[in-house]
Every structure is written in C-alpha cells, then in structure tokens.
Nanobody, 124 residues
Framework: QVQLVESGGGLVQTGSSLRLSCAAS????????MGWFRQARGKEREFVAA????????LYADSVKGRFTISRDNAKNTESLQMNSLKPEDTAVYYC?????????????????WGQGTQVTVSS
C-alpha cells in the first residue's frame, strides 16, 4: 500500500507558476511509476503528466507540453509538477497517482494509488 499526499496548490494569476509536490509513504520500497491527473468542475479526470520509476521516461498531455515539467526524487519519495505559464483552463483539482510498475501511463485506470488532490485556480 502506498499513501500519497499532494501539496502546493493555490490561487494564481494567468501567466504565473506553481510547483506541486506529492509525498509517498508506505510501501515505497517497491518500484512504481507516478503521474499527475486533474479534474475541473463538471469534467472528467484527465491525464496531465507521468514519469517512470527511473525518471528517464516522461509523458505529457498535449495541453501542458512545454509548460509543465514532471520530476521525481526517489531518495525522498517525492514527485513534483512544475507548472509555468498557467492559464485559466488549467484550473482544476490536481491528483497525484502511483502505479505498481516502472513504466509511466496516461490512463487513469493504470494507476493503483491516488492522493486526495490539491486545488489549483488560475484567475484571468
């Protein structure tokens, strides 16, 4: 079992930056890929970014490519999402996720563990 806790959300203006973090605890000795998803009000949860266990492979949604960067620190059991050039359409609850295999994935069904989410609001 892996527990995930997100932090770093908040209210920012268009064009600003935010850095989200996700701390993992529990069975962190296992190798697992991690990802970020988001869900805007009234919409389905959507993929944002994912990273392999080693950090050598990453995936991004087209909507965030070039603006967001995912990273991880296995020594600290954390992953981060650096979000730059934020837009109002980035407003959502952002969820950290982990899956019990080393390869990243873009489907939410591929993930076994989820955090509670952190709100990101981008004002225009």
């Amino acid at each position: 079992q892996v527990q995930l806790v997100e932090s770093g959300g908040g209210l920012v203006q268009t064009g600003s930056s935010l850095r989200l973090s996700c701390a993992a605890s529990g069975r962190t000795s296992s190798r697992y890929a991690m990802g970020w998803f988001r869900q805007a009000r009234g919409k389905e949860r959507e993929f944002v970014a994912a990273i392999s266990w080693s950090g050598g492979s990453t995936l991004y949604a087209d909507s965030v490519k070039g603006r967001f960067t995912i990273s991880r620190d296995n020594a600290k059991n954390t992953e981060s999402l650096q979000m730059n050039s934020l837009k109002p359409e980035d407003t959502a609850v952002y969820y950290c996720a982990a899956r019990g295999t080393v390869a990243p994935a873009s489907s939410s069904r591929a993930y076994d563990y989820w955090g509670q989410g952190t709100q990101v609001t981008v004002s225009s």
